[in-house]
């Protein structure tokens, strides 16, 4: 019962987010002394009921406050595990819900309790509990303005209950029925405010999940002003202003109860629970929340309740980890709650390794929350490391990530620096050697993630050098990884380690070695000048110190006689005395000694060497005593050092020790190095350490370069980006990395494209300097070094790109002016800084021609002018860059403007002319390649090119003819002569000009035909529309004037309309060209066909025109002629083909080859019979050849330009080519080939039957290297079950035991799936009897190991064991057949091959050899069957002519003449391939 006296403070207060009606509020009574009694409702609990009475003597105060005697229940208030609790009692004296009202009475029910917290405070929830536990329950069906209200409410009761008790606990007595009363209200309040909070949390969470929902309920909540998302930051500052105070009073043990703290941070967790509260528009909710949870661990003892939470929802809600770092750090910095890390990292280390690598997306939230708390609190993380690293072995990749990436944040903040103490520098190198070590870890994230932070600490200068070169070599063993991600952070760790190195801007092994060599000289000799110095005997040192010892010995003796003053010493015995001054005199206190030697002297006068010596003698005296003392130190040291082993007594031992001790200090001394000796010795150590890394970068340099090509375009980025990056450092061989990204400029791919772009950019057109011209020069420079020894590829390339450069405007004026300078020599310069000046103008015109052709006459006065024949190259590239205007002038498609031509008469083509003239007859290797760009520019740009090429094609001939007249003694002059007459008495020539005069007719005849192709088809194109257009319009205006005649007008255009008449013409104009082609331009009459006879003779008799360049060149033009005409194609291919299988020059092989491409597309039918010769060449001796051929070949197989069936295995052995340049070749082709649909799948088979007989000379080893390559590109489970059903199949006619194992070998390379091994069920009898070979048989199980990891259906796994029970059983069966009965192996093969060969043999015949692949099944799919040779031409072959080499005796031109392939030789069978268009360009 409540004591008469006691009163209970009521303050009213309104909340800051809504404000209450006026009306609402109830107005105290006015009448102060009257009392007013208030009977209560009756509570039920259990089987008794108690009427509470509340009495209020109703009594005026200050502030509106108004005190109550009241009366305690009889019950009392538990909070309940779950809401139902409530509505039962399980004591007597508990608390239990009487009824739970219907939602039509919550309405008045609700004012009712708001009318009676108006009068009686927070104390009236303990009538009216029901009413909001009612609200509570039928919550979901409620109106939502009484469940606001209710919120509402609640939120002033609580409010002003924790105002109220604000003042009652500060009481020092508390009364206990007053405390119990406040008790009860406490829960109750506390209990609906949370529970109200978590649902209207709850009904929130829905919302979201459903939009619409969501929508409809946000718009009518915030009409009405009431947004849960808003208001519950209200509440939680509510409950942690509750949370403030000392609320342990009212408990009697002073110890609040769990279950009322739990409740209280119970709502926090389900708050966080939600996935929108980490949005930053939560920000104060979750700083709330933050706050309440630190109130509770910091008053309530809620540490071990808030870890377990914590640690329980990081695996179920993947938001919670960064909110939970952010509460951590509040809690530490602003709570002092330092103990939570710990316990949080030792509950987490206490998790199983093997269920956090079950549940990965669980172990994702603790790798998280790990991760960037180390971030935030790296010091406290580090003093609980040891709990987590035995994670560190366990499978859980995610864990390990997270625990490195803690180790690297705490090697970044806490051990970092040179001023760390022993033990935290021993903690950092662990960590070093544990990140080192996970370099190479199993899992590919885990590798990656490693290099990331090893990227970081390297990038912050965390990285100690003595780690550096450890860490380095660890990157560049990276960058062969399998993994894309891995290689990526490689190359970025390499990046960073050159731009943060400590060693030097430039890092060329070369600079580096010489210097360290000269510095390693340097140190040697000063160790040499140290151990030499060191050696000085006593008496040398005696001498030393003499001079300085007279000096004060005199003046000592005379301060004496002035003053009789004497320092005293005490002497125990001689010995003593004798090591004092020994040592006096070592450290150069000479007084001292000087005065210890007069004291011996007066001390002790009867011991030697003191008797019979008066203090007063001569100076000489005590100078010849002190000499006696020191060198005689000396003597008896080597006398004690040999009797040491004879001197046991204890008084010995202590002065041997004392001299010891001496000694080793005067040796430590002397033998401590200079400074300039520790100075030299690390300059040479950090040489050491700079030249080693840049031996390992270099490395790096080879190993990147090559993954300029992969896949992946992340990894070329990165590839490019380090090439950058190492070209500032001034490492040579990074020039090579430059050139080798510049192909990289035609990728397809626009982001490898623009990185190509941005590092030139960066590379080159930002250059040093002060002014503009000094930048200008340092840019030239820059391209000049680029372009030294550079291929004709790399140029082209590095056209396209200055030519985006100059399109973009992003070079320089500046930089063009001083090209031109250097050009025209008015700036000094070499021969090759000025070629390679007009190399980089006609670059940059190709993106703005004006650049040229506004200073045409200047190209032509100086490039091509008197000096021209000094320098033909030079000549060459004007010509080059002249050509770049053409372009400028290209007609763009539909219009119908003239072209741009120059007159005949123009000074270009004289220049020309007189160039090509006067360096005809002269041995120059850049004259042949000048007139070939010569001629190809007189045909682009002059009116009438035909005709200046024949002047020249004749003036050169007369030149000719002159050399062979000299040569012959000949003086006459030659007035009319003919190519004819050359060709006759050639033999007598120079070789020099006639392969200039071959090499000149080739140009102009091949420059002649692409003119008709090209010129003179659009020139007539472009009349006939014109034609039309003009025919159009007349006609138009006829129309016009005669409408009568309209419909006749219509009946005419009516083929127009139908596109007949342009189709027609079109034909014309290529037949007429065709024509003119076929009958005209090697006719008798035209002066081309004056050099045929001579290109044959050089051709057909290679004993007598021995010469390489000039056989090399007639096969060249004789490749040109066969591209003009389709009969002397015909008529001329033997001798084409001969020379390219049996010419002994590879030149000549090379562009007899390249010369076979460009006829292989102009005249496919006549080119398909001599196919197999094409490919021949690809097994070439030479590389040269192979590697032409190889590119030829990919260029014809892709535009489906040759027979691809039979000979494609030919470009598989190119896998296996000893240079690595032709295997990248032929991978290409196949990656390019594998982009067709089934090109590879539909080739496979043959290959396999070819590369796997033993005729083709294809090693074991070899075919399996080339066939992992191929089989790589099936990947369509369709072509997998197709191709192991034909492998299987082909076991039947496989006649060898290799053939049995390549076949067993490319099975085991094929993706098994369930299908592919029912197709293999299938087919079994097909290699039964072939597993009794170990070989074959361990293939079969490796398919089944693979297929048993990766399916995992029972049905698989019952298929797959049955399948190796017939698997073993086939393999025992056979072994024991061979054991047991030997004999019968033989008789069941017989039967075997009986049944499989298709075809009558006798059996000597199949013992003695395997079949031949004409007598195999001709239906398989795997044999390409060759052409049978008819009966009676294999019984009378005619024997063939080999061709002789040899130029040591001359042969008649008809024995030269049958050194060609013979009618019989000449393959007969055509396939006529159609080609697109009639009209070919080449």
């Known amino acids: 019962m409540v004591e008469s006296g006691s009163t209970f403070p009521i303050v009213s207060s309104s909340l800051p987010y809504r404000k209450i009606p006026r009306s609402n509020w109830s107005a105290p009574r006015s009448d102060v002394c009257d009392r007013l009694f208030l009977r209560g409702r009756t509570f039920s609990s259990g089987a008794r009921s108690v009427e509470a009475s509340v009495e209020f003597p109703v009594k005026a105060r200050s502030g509106g406050i108004m005190a109550a005697p009241l009366s305690p229940p009889a019950w009392e208030f538990h909070l309940p595990l779950s809401p139902d609790d409530l509505l039962r009692s399980a004591a007597p004296s508990q608390y239990a819900v009487q009824e739970v009202l219907p939602v039509k009475q919550l309405p008045g029910r609700l004012s009712e309790f708001r009318k009676a917290f108006n009068t009686q405070g927070a104390l009236a929830i303990l009538q009216h509990f029901d009413t909001l536990y009612s609200i509570l329950h039928h919550f979901r069906t409620v109106d939502s303005v009484v469940k606001e209200d209710a919120l509402e409410l609640m939120v002033k009761v609580v409010m002003n209950h924790s105002t109220a008790l604000a003042s009652i606990l500060s009481t020092a007595d508390l009364v206990s029925s007053l405390r119990a009363l406040h008790l009860n209200a406490l829960k109750m309040n506390t209990y609906i405010l949370v529970r109200l909070g978590e649902a209207f949390e709850m009904e929130s969470g829905k919302n979201n999940l459903v939009g619409l929902n969501s929508k409809i309920k946000g718009k009518k909540s915030h009409a009405k002003g009431f947004l849960w998302e808003e208001e519950r930051q209200s509440v939680l500052q509510l409950l942690t202003q509750l949370l403030r105070l000392d609320l342990r009073h009212l408990w009697s043990g002073l110890v609040v109860e769990e279950e009322y703290v739990s409740l209280v941070t119970g709502c926090c967790y389900r708050i966080l629970e939600n996935p929108s509260v980490g949005h930053q528009r939560h920000q104060p909710t979750r700083e709330a929340i933050i706050h309440l949870l630190g109130v509770a661990l910091q008053r309530y003892n809620h540490m071990l309740s808030a870890t377990l939470r914590l640690v329980q929802m990081l695996p179920h809600f993947e938001h919670v980890a960064p909110v939970f770092v952010e509460a951590v750090v509040v809690w530490i910095k602003e709570y002092g709650m330092k103990s939570i890390v710990g316990e949080l990292l030792r509950e987490i280390g206490k998790k199983c390794p093997q269920e956090l690598a079950r549940d990965t997306s669980g172990t994702k939230g603790y790798a998280t929350f790990l991760a960037e708390l180390a971030e935030q609190t790296p010091s406290i993380v580090l003093a609980n490391m040891s709990v987590l690293l035995h994670h560190l072995d366990g499978e859980s990749y995610g864990m390990r990530n997270a625990i490195l990436t803690a180790m690297a944040e705490v090697l970044l903040q806490v051990l970092n620096g040179e001023q760390l103490e022993e033990t935290a520098k021993s903690t950092r190198d662990d960590f070093l050697e544990t990140l080192q070590a996970h370099v190479c870890d199993i899992n590919v994230f885990v590798r990656s993630r490693v290099l990331q932070l090893f990227t970081r600490i390297v990038q912050q200068k965390a990285l100690p050098l003595t780690q550096f070169q450890a860490v380095v070599c660890l990157a560049v063993g990276r960058l062969q990884d399998k993994s894309i991600n891995v290689v990526k952070n490689a190359i970025q760790l390499l990046a960073v380690f050159l731009s943060n190195n400590p060693f030097s801007c430039k890092l060329s092994c070369a600079e580096l070695t010489e210097l360290l060599e000269k510095e390693k000289q340097k140190l040697q000799k000063m160790k040499e000048c140290r151990t030499t110095a060191v050696v000085i005997s006593p008496e040398e040192e005696w001498e030393a110190m003499q001079p300085e010892l007279q000096a004060t010995l005199k003046s000592c003796l005379t301060s004496q006689e002035q003053e009789d003053t004497r320092r005293t010493f005490t002497i125990e015995n001689p010995e003593q005395l004798s090591r004092s001054i020994v040592q006096l005199l070592r450290k150069s206190n000479y007084k001292d000694a000087i005065h210890l030697v007069q004291e011996g002297m007066h001390q002790l006068q009867e011991v030697e060497p003191f008797k019979q010596i008066t203090e007063n003698d001569h100076e000489d005296l005590i100078q010849s005593m002190l000499r006696s003392f020191y060198l005689g130190s000396h003597n008896e040291n080597s006398i004690q050092e040999s009797a040491d082993g004879t001197q046991n007594t204890e008084n010995e031992g202590q002065v041997q020790n004392e001299e010891q001790v001496q000694n080793e200090e005067q040796v430590q001394n002397e033998e401590e190095p200079p400074e300039e000796l520790v100075k030299q010795e690390m300059l040479v150590q950090y040489l050491q350490n700079a030249y080693n890394f840049s031996e390992k970068i270099t490395e790096a340099l080879r190993m990147v370069s090559k993954l300029m090509y992969e896949s992946s375009v992340s990894v070329v980025q990165e590839a490019i980006e380090f090439f950058v990056i190492v070209s500032q450092f001034g490492i040579p061989q990074a020039v090579l990395g430059v050139r080798r990204m510049l192909p990289l400029i035609w990728s397809k791919d626009p982001g490898i494209r623009e990185a190509v772009l941005d590092a030139y950019r960066r590379l080159y057109l930002n250059p040093k300097g002060d002014t503009e011209r000094n930048r200008a020069q340092n840019l030239i420079q820059s391209l000049f070094l680029l372009m030294i020894d550079a291929s004709l590829g790399t140029i082209r390339c590095l056209e396209e790109i200055i030519s985006e450069f100059v399109q973009k405007d992003e070079i320089k004026p500046a930089v063009i002016q001083l090209l031109w300078e250097r050009f025209a020599e008015k700036s000094q310069c070499s021969v090759l800084e000025r070629r390679a000046s007009i190399m980089l103008l006609g670059m940059m015109a190709r993106g703005k021609p004006e650049i040229v052709g506004s200073n045409l006459d200047t190209l032509i006065t100086v490039g091509l002018g008197d000096r021209v024949h000094e320098d033909y190259h030079f000549a060459l590239e004007v010509c080059n860059a002249i050509s770049k ?409 496989a006649q060898t035991e290799r053939q049995h194992h390549d076949l067993a070998y490319c099975l085991t390379l094929l993706p098994l799936t369930e299908r592919g091994l029912r197709k293999m069920q299938d087919n079994f009898d097909c290699f039964a009897d072939k597993l009794q070979d170990k070989e074959v048989y361990n293939c079969f199980l490796a398919m089944l190991s693979r297929l048993r990891r990766v399916g995992t259906k029972p049905e698989i796994k019952a298929v797959t064991e049955e399948f190796e029970q017939k698997l073993r059983m086939c393999h025992n069966k056979g072994l024991d057949s061979i054991t047991e009965a030997p004999g019968e192996s033989v008789g069941q093969e017989d039967k075997n091959i009986s049944v499989l060969q298709s075809t009558k043999k006798t059996a000597a015949s199949s013992r003695r050899r395997p079949l031949r692949t004409s007598n195999k099944d001709a239906d398989s799919s795997f044999i390409t069957p060759e052409p049978r040779v008819s009966r009676s031409r294999r019984k009378t072959p005619k024997p063939k002519i080999t061709i002789v080499f040899s130029s040591d005796e001359e042969n008649s031109f008809e024995e030269e003449l049958q050194t060609e392939l013979t009618e019989e030789e000449t393959p007969k069978k055509t396939t006529p391939i159609s080609r697109k268009s009639s009209r070919s360009v080449r």
């Not at 090697?1082 to 360049?1109: E, R, T």
């Open 885 to 1293: 205007i053409g372009n400028s002038h290209k007609p763009s498609p539909g219009k119908s403007s003239s072209p741009f031509r120059l007159p005949q008469s123009h000074m270009l083509f004289e220049r020309l002319r007189e160039a090509i003239t006067v360096g005809f007859g002269r041995p120059c290797a850049h004259w042949i390649p000048f007139t070939q760009a010569a001629v190809t520019l007189i045909y682009q740009l002059a009116e009438g090119p035909d005709e200046i090429c024949a002047q020249i094609l004749q003036s050169c001939s007369h030149q000719a003819l002159e050399k062979l007249q000299q040569g012959e003694g000949a003086e006459a002059e030659v007035t009319d002569s003919s190519p004819d007459e050359v060709a006759d008495d050639s033999s007598t020539i120079d070789t020099t000009v006639l392969t200039h005069l071959v090499s000149l007719a080739g140009d102009v005849a091949l420059q002649q035909l692409v003119h008709l192709e090209l010129s003179v088809s659009s020139e007539l194109r472009r009349r006939r529309l014109l034609g039309e257009e003009q025919q159009a319009n007349e006609h138009a205006a006829r129309n016009t004037k005669t409408p009568k005649k309209k419909s006749t007008g219509n009946e005419i255009t009516m083929e127009e309309d139908l596109g007949l008449v342009g189709a027609s013409a079109e034909d014309t104009e290529a037949e007429l060209i065709r024509s003119i082609e076929e009958t005209e331009l090697l006719d008798g009459k035209q002066l081309l066909s004056a050099f045929i006879p001579l290109v044959l003779k050089i051709c057909s008799n290679p004993g007598l025109y021995g010469d390489p360049v000039l056989t090399a060149s007639a096969a060249l033009t004789l490749g040109k002629l066969c591209m003009i005409s389709t009969e002397f194609c015909d008529a001329h291919l033997r001798l084409f083909f001969t020379m390219m299988e049996k010419s002994t020059h590879s030149s000549v092989r090379a562009n007899l080859m390249i010369a076979a491409g460009d006829l292989a597309i102009r005249f496919p039918n006549q080119v398909e019979p001599w196919t197999p010769h094409l490919y021949a060449r690809l097994r070439d001796p030479c590389q040269y050849v192979r590697k032409t051929a190889a590119l030829v070949m990919t260029h014809l197989i892709l535009k489906d330009m040759v027979k691809v069936r039979g000979q494609v295995s030919e470009m598989a052995t190119l896998l296996i080519d000893p240079e690595e340049e032709i295997v990248g070749l032929a991978r290409n082709f196949f990656t390019e080939l594998s982009s067709k649909d089934n090109a590879v799948y539909n080739l496979l088979p043959d290959i396999i039957s070819r590369l796997s007989d033993p005729e083709s000379g294809i090693e074991e080893q070899s075919f399996r290297t080339i066939m992992r390559q191929l089989f790589s590109y099936i990947t369509k489970d369709k072509q997998t079950e197709s191709l192991v059903e034909k492998l299987c199949q082909r076991f039947r006619t």
